[in-house]
């Protein structure tokens, strides 16, 4: 079994897929828009140049997939975020540091009783993020 964060994007998934591939040092295996797929030659117009399916991977291991939503039936992401872990505390701040680019930092990044660096943010996207110095010793990691 595995779980995989399925995102949705108001008509920037591609971009933030980029994003998240150089930020993680991920690859984008799968981007499919509408236009894509045969079955979908009917969508509206404006609807066709979305991405309808992106997958990105560390290796074999799936890490995130997405697309955009169609219309105005599009609502931020709410009661959840994205959990990563790094080790160390540089990496971690790095990390954070360029997701609050454009975004909005939530908690900064400081050592907890659970870390030596915790901290939330959600990035210009729209997705809530916890970055995290892992630390063998901790419970909570």
Same mark, same amino acid.
């Given at each position: 079994?595995?779980?995989?964060?399925?995102?949705?994007?108001?008509?920037?998934?591609?971009? %933030?897929?980029?994003?998240?591939?150089?930020?993680?040092? %991920? #690859?984008?295996?799968?981007?499919?828009?509408?236009?894509?797929?045969?079955?979908?030659?009917?969508?509206? %117009?404006?609807? #066709?140049?979305?991405?309808?399916?992106?997958?990105?991977?560390?290796?074999? !291991?799936?890490?995130?997939?997405?697309?955009?939503?169609?219309? $105005?039936?599009?609502?931020?992401? #709410?009661?959840?975020?994205?959990?990563?872990?790094?080790?160390? $505390?540089?990496? %971690?701040?790095?990390?954070?540091?360029?997701?609050?680019?454009?975004?909005?930092?939530?908690?900064?990044?400081?050592? !907890?009783?659970?870390?030596?660096?915790?901290?939330?943010?959600?990035?210009?996207?729209?997705?809530?993020?916890?970055?995290?110095?892992? #630390?063998?010793?901790?419970?909570?990691?």
């Amino acid at each position: 079994m595995n779980f995989t964060p399925y995102l949705s994007f108001n008509g920037n998934c591609q971009e %933030a897929m980029e994003f998240y591939t150089k930020l993680f040092g %991920a #690859q984008i295996d799968v981007l499919r828009r509408f236009s894509d797929e045969e079955s979908c030659k009917d969508m509206p %117009a404006e609807a #066709q140049d979305l991405v309808m399916y992106a997958k990105l991977s560390f290796g074999k !291991t799936t890490w995130l997939m997405g697309s955009d939503v169609i219309g $105005e039936s599009y609502q931020r992401p #709410q009661g959840v975020h994205i959990s990563v872990g790094f080790d160390t $505390e540089a990496k %971690a701040r790095e990390v954070f540091n360029r997701l609050a680019g454009d975004g909005n930092v939530v908690m900064p990044l400081a050592k !907890t009783f659970f870390s030596e660096g915790f901290g939330m943010v959600r990035d210009r996207f729209g997705i809530s993020w916890m970055v995290n110095v892992n #630390q063998s010793e901790s419970p909570y990691y």
